[in-house]
């Protein structure tokens, strides 16, 4: 079975923290993405990575930035949390060649 | 710039009734996605089309693409109340990186 995980289900933190989302695959995915979903709005692309140490910019990376310094591993960095950035995020892997994405169960990331 | 739009956003559907959920996107694009949303959880992949015309089906869902009226449509027969979710559409773009875009969603109540 495909399997992307996310390190936290639920996370509260303070306007002004750097804050570290990470996200695990195990399925030899070269192309990572991290999505934000909020409501009415659908799911809409922060980063996303082809390979290692390479990003690119989605639709919305204002205030994210992004790290990949593993195949398996990448993660969405919150240099200093706002809370416009309150937010269900989702991250994906899709191996090089296949259509498909596959789906982290998210987190649900509240800043006060 | 590839835009993508569902309707409808919100569906009251009772058991037993069928009914058909249309996903537009604006320019071409080679692959079209259809994903289900549990409250609180994840995306889980339904299908994916990728070529004109073409179906596919998995139990009381059948997806259909139109590559050239740029449509597809998620049609439900006989609903259940499991079917109750939220229902996403995306189209593909970027070629080899797999990226999409999504609509924001339809939010399917199935009601006895």
């Known amino acids: 079975d495909v399997k992307v995980t996310q390190s936290s289900r639920y996370l509260v933190k303070r306007t002004g923290e750097k804050v570290f989302l990470e996200c695990v695959q195990d399925m030899d995915h070269e192309n990572m993405f991290w999505y934000r979903q909020d409501p009415g709005l659908g799911l809409r692309l922060i980063y996303f990575s082809y390979d290692v140490k390479m990003k690119e910019k989605g639709d919305i990376p204002e205030g994210y930035s992004v790290s990949r310094e593993k195949k398996e591993r990448f993660s969405l960095i919150l240099e200093s949390a706002s809370t416009n950035q309150t937010s269900m995020y989702l991250c994906a892997g899709r191996r090089g060649g296949s259509y498909e994405q596959y789906f982290g169960p998210g987190t649900r990331l509240t800043v006060t | 710039e590839l835009k993508v739009e569902q309707n409808p956003l919100f569906l009251s559907m009772q058991e037993g009734k069928n009914y058909t959920i249309y996903c537009n996107y604006s320019t071409t694009s080679d692959r079209l996605y259809w994903y289900r949303q549990d409250p609180g959880k994840s995306l889980e992949s339904l299908f994916v089309?990728?070529?004109?015309?073409a179906v596919k089906q998995e139990g009381r869902l059948m997806a259909s693409l139109d590559t050239k009226a740029r449509l597809s449509t998620l049609h439900i027969t006989a609903a259940v109340h499991d079917l109750s979710a939220t229902y996403f559409c995306?189209?593909?773009?970027?070629?080899?990186?797999?990226?999409?875009?999504f609509g924001k969603g339809t939010k399917l109540s199935v009601k006895p």
């Open positions: 995306a189209a593909g773009y970027g070629g080899s990186q797999g990226n999409l875009i």
């Open positions: 089309l990728l070529s004109n015309g």
